[in-house]
């Protein structure tokens, strides 16, 4: 059974940093594509970043250059550092996975397995 759960978030001030962890279990993040997805009430989920099965990363524009995504193969762990936060990245964070899979997508759709969310906030 396939379960991802989110960790990390938490309140910060802009300009602040944070380091989002998703612990993996039922499969292997080496043949999966990770996502990390955010999501503000009233708005459409909003993909941050992705990290496929070879390690290529992609990231949406407003976030490029402060967000980094990684991942430890050895322990099942994706990570998001959030660094040069600004207030309106705050949002619930969602961490998605697409496995078994050389295949990786940007569409929220196209994942099949999601955490249950960690919220940030960033005061100005």
């Known amino acids: 059974q396939v379960q991802l759960v989110e960790s990390g978030g938490g309140s910060v001030q802009a300009g602040g940093s944070l380091r989002l962890s998703c612990a993996g279990s039922?499969?292997?993040?080496?043949?999966?594509?990770m996502g990390w997805f955010r999501q503000v009430p009233g708005k459409e989920r909003e993909l941050v970043a992705t990290?496929?099965?070879?390690?290529?990363?992609r990231y949406t524009d407003s976030v490029k250059g402060r967000f980094t995504i990684s991942k430890d193969i050895a322990k099942n762990i994706l990570y998001l550092q959030m660094n040069s936060l600004k207030p309106e990245d705050t949002a619930m964070f969602y961490c998605?996975?697409?496995?078994?899979?050389?295949?990786?997508?940007?569409?929220?759709?196209?994942?099949?397995?999601w955490g249950q969310g960690t919220q940030v906030t960033v005061s100005s």
């Open positions: 039922g499969f292997t993040y080496s043949y999966s594509c």
């Open positions: 990290i496929s099965s070879d390690g290529n990363t």
């Open positions: 998605a996975a697409r496995v078994v899979t050389w295949y990786c997508p940007t569409r929220g759709a196209d994942f099949a397995y």
